[in-house]
T-cell receptor, first 114, second 113 residues
């Protein structure tokens, strides 16, 4: 069974640009969550999508957005990039039934903002 | 006060010993509790979850929850060098549907030969 797939794995952008990251969940999983991981702050919740709807949202500015498609694949977008957005962005999928917190993480997309 | 607190370590234990990892959380309404393991350069993987007060055992791992003290712990028996990793405690505060985990910053465990 294929795991969670994230693309691209690495990317470099400059301040002011925007970026789109993609996530394909495990087959049959309907929930996709996004987390930002930095050395100082650790893992921080961005948002969760379930059945194409944002079910939960973290405390990030509106520059961070996401969406989920009918096949459960998800994208997140960061506009007007800032240096502080440099991080590992992790996508995690779960079956989506209830709130189990049993997440399966992808390998992440490492974003560097110059 | 951080919502989920862990000692950053490193916690060093000899091979074969018991490693004890601790975590406290601030929200008394927290519903479910998780331990994830993250190897260097890899993504987190779930190793244990616990919902009710008491102990839950799975192989060499035991999770302990004390909601009155707002305390979660993970015991690793017969520690192996392959257990060397960062252990992340996570809490889900949601009562309804959804996964919105708050993670601690992790405890680095080193199992020495």
């Amino acid at each position: 069974k294929a795991g969670v797939t994230q693309t691209p794995r690495y990317l470099i952008k400059t301040r002011g640009q925007q970026v789109t990251l993609s996530c394909s969940p495990i087959s049959g999983h309907r929930s996709v969550s996004w987390y930002q991981q930095t050395p100082g702050q650790g893992l921080q919740f961005l948002f969760e999508y379930f059945s194409e709807t944002q079910r939960n949202k973290g405390n990030f500015p509106g520059r961070f957005s996401g969406r989920q498609f009918s096949n459960s694949r998800s994208e997140m977008n960061v506009s007007t990039l800032e240096l502080g957005d440099s991080a590992l962005y992790l996508c995690a999928s779960s079956r989506g039934q209830g709130n189990t917190g049993e997440l399966f993480f992808g390998e992440g997309s490492r974003l560097t903002v110059l | 006060q951080k919502e989920v607190e862990q000692n950053s370590g490193p916690l060093s234990v000899p091979e074969g010993a018991i490693a004890s990892l601790n975590c406290t959380y601030s929200d008394r309404g927290s519903q479910s509790f998780f331990w994830y393991r993250q190897y260097s350069g890899k993504s987190p993987e779930l190793i244990m979850f616990i919902y009710s007060n008491g102990d839950k055992e799975d192989g060499r791992f035991t999770a302990q929850l004390n909601k009155a003290s707002q305390y979660v712990s993970l015991l690793i028996r017969d520690s192996q060098p392959s257990d060397s990793a960062t252990y992340l405690c996570a809490v889900n505060r949601l009562r309804g549907g959804g996964n919105k985990l708050t993670f601690g910053t992790g405890t680095q465990l080193k199992v020495e030969l």
